[in-house]
């Protein structure tokens, strides 16, 4: 009997089908000569501090350092204590059964660095001796498994992508573990404060962006537009410096040549500059920039995204979605003019695919060399029909995605206008010849800036123009943006450094902080960790957040390239470089991070960050951790459980009052004259609202 384990029961049953194995045993499935069985997850994982003797948390056991790490059955919290898992147990026993009777094992885990160290875990501590065989495939199709199938490889041949995946299993028990515990001393809190290899430079990174856009100074500055006229169009032109003073920049205006200071032609044309621009079409999506998309597009986070890529994956309609690959061969490239035939009826896509079928594709995403363990996300030749919204909207993502990146260039012609009226002004816009890829989504041009013009008229050198109309304009300087998931992950690619080009952050993602497949995760915990919060699409740190950040952001743990540096090293062991050395590296480094923690010694205030008003919503003025909420009877705050006594009525002297008169009040502290108010005595008058110590006074 030839055994295949997959990674979970879902995709045992779709490789069971394939075969036509129908015999549901307790645990697996059999026929034709094959067993199918599953784990869950993880079901095998390293052992605890306690399994070397590291009992409770004591200064005295810092770092702790095990020499051989060894494997324990994957735990549950059982009233107060951690009991083996009954599920998993009862698995690995079916596990073990299957292993001894098998002639042939074939490991069918996700192909990748995880899904091979869940395997491996379970053949280790199932003490399994026999040799196996590796399935590896980039998709689900019935095709791609039966041809994964006729080419299965020796297990051996992943030995180096195992020992990547238990260092990197074994660098975080090591930093993760006495990280946490040497903070958490540290501070004197009773509470966990959670550290790990990438969370930590993770939540640095948000943290310092947050402070950075908080402690941010705007600086005015001034300009001069000014707008001409050709031929009946009008476009503006941006004086050519920057003016730190208004009286400045108004005294090159005066000097302007306007039609209203009796000048009928007074902006000379410096110089035309014309230059055609090939836009490139952009790669094909990697799991990274597949959420980095689907987060600006539709609002998805990067979890979500991978969730419902896998259910795609599953679903036979697209390929291996974890993959971190931007590229595909020349083998897959054959088989692209058949998935854009597919797209040709497609309703948003249809007119897009049509147009590329039976022409020459674009091959920038062609390299075989860049390709890693799987290539760049694909669609598969499934009908991609009965799917639901959201599936549809990353579908179409990575449909459209693979349109644009084997489509033409955009061809743009880029043209900057000097104009010289006393100073000089330039005009600058662009225009597209042909839209090439960019006809896909239909993607318009982003404006650089709200006073230029996409659309310039033809103008030549000397020539003189009517200047119409000229103001001072008032601005300032702006901070960076707060990070989002879609910049968080871009910057995490390249563990913080701001990067545009595709092609240069592809080289550099062997360096980035943690992989497309763990970044998700890496936010999710960032946020169970009451560390960040989510408010719109922005990431936030609480003031627990930075309160840890405070201690750590001066410290190694939380330097973002040094932990990209880690991870091009577990690449390089996935190439064959020495495993000791890395252990020995990670054991240096996790002393060193464990007595910076120690000797730090601040504490960390664990109390909840007040939340964060929302658009239109107001913070309560009383404990300022509230929301002030309104009802028909009152505006109160939402911390009233907590003790907050925070209220404004909103009937008054028979006057019942606006949601804005209350939020002047609490904004201002006092409304403009309101008229409707009677006495007790019934007679009508007029008052302004005052709100004062806690309470609402009448002005009269």
């Not at 692209?336 to 039976?358: M, Q, Y």
């Not at 001072?472 to 690619?493: D, I």
Request: charged share 30%.
């Amino acid at each position: 009997m030839k055994l295949i384990l997959a990674e979970k029961p879902s995709v045992a049953r779709e490789l069971a089908r394939v075969f036509g194995a129908t015999t549901r045993k307790d645990g697996y499935i059999e026929g034709k000569g094959y067993s199918f069985t599953w784990a869950f997850g993880h079901l095998v994982q390293l052992a605890g501090p306690q399994a070397y003797g590291y009992n409770g948390w004591n200064r005295d056991n810092l770092p702790m350092l095990p020499e051989r790490f060894k494997l324990a059955i994957r735990q549950v919290k059982e009233k107060d204590k951690f009991v083996d898992d009954p599920g998993v147990v009862k698995q690995l026993r079916t596990i073990k059964t299957l292993f001894d009777e098998a002639t042939e094992i074939i490991v069918a885990t996700d192909a990748g660095r995880e899904g091979e160290l869940i395997f491996r875990y379970i053949y280790y501590h199932l003490k399994c001796k026999k040799p196996f065989k590796r399935l590896w495939i980039s998709s689900q199709t019935d095709e791609a498994i039966k041809d994964g199938f006729r080419n299965l490889k020796p297990g051996t041949d992943y030995d180096t992508l195992f020992y990547s995946a238990q260092c990197r299993s074994e660098a975080d028990w090591m930093v993760g573990l006495n990280a946490t515990q040497a903070l958490s001393i540290a501070a004197g809190n009773r509470s966990v404060l959670s550290l790990g290899r990438v969370q930590t430079p993770t939540l640095g990174m948000i943290s310092s962006r947050f402070l950075e856009n908080k402690n941010f100074k705007p600086e005015t500055y001034f300009q001069v537009a000014v707008a001409l006229q050709k031929g009946g169009q009008v476009f503006k032109a941006l004086s050519a410096e920057n003016y730190k003073t208004r009286e400045q920049a108004q005294q090159v205006a005066d000097e302007v040549k306007d039609v209203s200071g009796g000048f009928a032609l007074g902006g000379e044309i410096a110089g035309v500059e014309i230059k055609p621009k090939k836009e490139q079409p952009p790669l094909l999506h990697d799991l990274s920039s597949l959420q980095q998309e689907a987060n600006k597009r539709k609002g998805f986070t990067a979890e979500q995204t991978l969730n419902i890529a896998q259910t795609l994956y599953e679903a036979k309609l697209i390929t291996y979605p974890r993959t971190g690959s931007r590229y595909i061969g020349d083998d897959v490239f054959a088989s692209v003019p058949g998935l854009i035939k597919v797209l040709t009826h497609h309703l948003v896509f249809g007119r897009a695919a049509k147009d590329l079928d039976e022409k020459t594709l674009n091959k920038r995403s062609v390299n075989a060399k860049k390709v890693t363990d799987h290539h760049a996300l694909l669609i598969t030749p499934n009908n991609a029909s009965g799917i639901n919204a959201d599936q549809r909207a990353v579908y179409d993502l990575i449909a459209g995605r693979m349109l644009e990146a084997f489509h033409k260039e955009c061809l743009k012609e880029l043209t900057k206008i000097t104009v010289v009226s006393g100073a000089k002004f330039i005009a600058s816009g662009t225009v597209i010849i042909s839209a090439g890829w960019r006809a896909v989504f239909n993607d318009k041009e982003e404006k650089a800036d709200e006073e230029t013009d996409s659309l310039l008229p033809k103008v030549t050198t000397g020539e003189e123009l009517p200047i119409i109309e000229k103001n001072v304009l008032e601005k300032q300087t702006k901070p960076k943006p707060l990070y989002n998931e879609a910049s968080l992950l871009r910057n995490m690619e390249t563990a913080g450094k701001e990067i545009e080009d595709d092609e240069l952050r592809q080289a550099m993602k062997e360096t980035g902080l943690g992989t497309p497949a763990t970044r998700a995760g890496i936010i999710e915990t960032l946020l169970k960790r009451e560390y960040v919060v989510r408010e719109k699409k922005n990431l936030l740190p609480t003031e627990k957040g930075l309160a840890v950040y405070d201690v750590v952001k001066d410290k190694r743990i939380a330097q973002a390239e040094l932990t990209g540096l880690w991870e091009k090293r577990l690449e390089e062991i996935r190439n064959g470089a020495s495993v000791q050395d890395f252990k020995a590296e990670i054991k240096a480094y996790t002393r060193t991070i464990t007595n910076e923690l120690l000797a730090g010694g601040k504490t960390i205030s664990l109390v909840s960050a007040p939340p964060i008003p929302k658009e239109g919503e107001l913070l309560c003025p009383a404990c300022g951790k509230g929301i002030v909420r309104f009802n028909d009877k009152a505006a109160g705050c939402s911390e009233y459980r907590s003790g907050c006594k925070f209220v404004i009525w909103r009937t008054m002297a028979e006057k019942k009052l606006t949601d804005n008169q209350i939020k002047l009040l609490i904004t201002k502290g006092k409304t403009g004259m309101l008229k409707g108010f009677k006495s007790k005595e019934g007679n009508p008058f007029d008052a302004a609202l005052e709100f004062a110590e806690g309470r609402v006074k009448f002005i009269k």
